[in-house]
């Protein structure tokens, strides 16, 4: 089973970067589709970014779309969440999750219930 790890979180000012890592442990981390979400304090747990198994196709909030990017690299089992143009709003803990195994197309990329295995989570504070 994957075991996530995050990293990179802060606090930065409105208008910053950010670039959040999630290394994952276990053999099946090339054939896992990952995503990234978040969740503030009071509020649901919700969908930032994902990433199918090759890398080959990547899925947005409306949020942060063009302000976010996604990448994986698998010979380094980890994916990134690159994070530009921070606003206050984007305040949560981001978490890393995989779905193992999952590499259709027809996924739910958008769904916390595709995905299997979640990290601990890790803090992102903009500032205004």
């Known amino acids: 089973q994957v075991q996530l790890v995050e990293t990179g979180g802060g606090l930065v000012q409105a208008g910053g970067s950010l670039r959040l890592s999630c290394a994952a442990s276990g053999r099946t981390f090339s054939s896992s589709a990952m995503g990234w979400f978040r969740q503030a304090p009071g509020k649901e747990r919700e969908f930032v970014a994902a990433?199918?198994?090759?890398?080959?196709?990547?899925y947005y909030a409306d949020s942060v779309k063009g302000r976010f990017t996604i990448s994986r690299d698998n010979a380094k089992n980890t994916v990134y969440l690159q994070m530009t143009s921070l606003k206050p709003e984007d305040t949560a803990l981001y978490y890393c999750?995989?779905?193992?195994?999952?590499?259709?197309?027809?996924?739910?990329?958008?769904?916390?219930?595709?995905?299997?295995?979640w990290g601990q989570g890790t803090q992102v504070t903009v500032s205004s």
């Open positions: 999750a995989a779905a193992e195994g999952v590499t259709s197309d027809f996924a739910n990329y958008y769904y916390t219930g595709t995905y299997d295995t």
């Open positions: 990433i199918n198994w090759s890398g080959g196709r990547t």
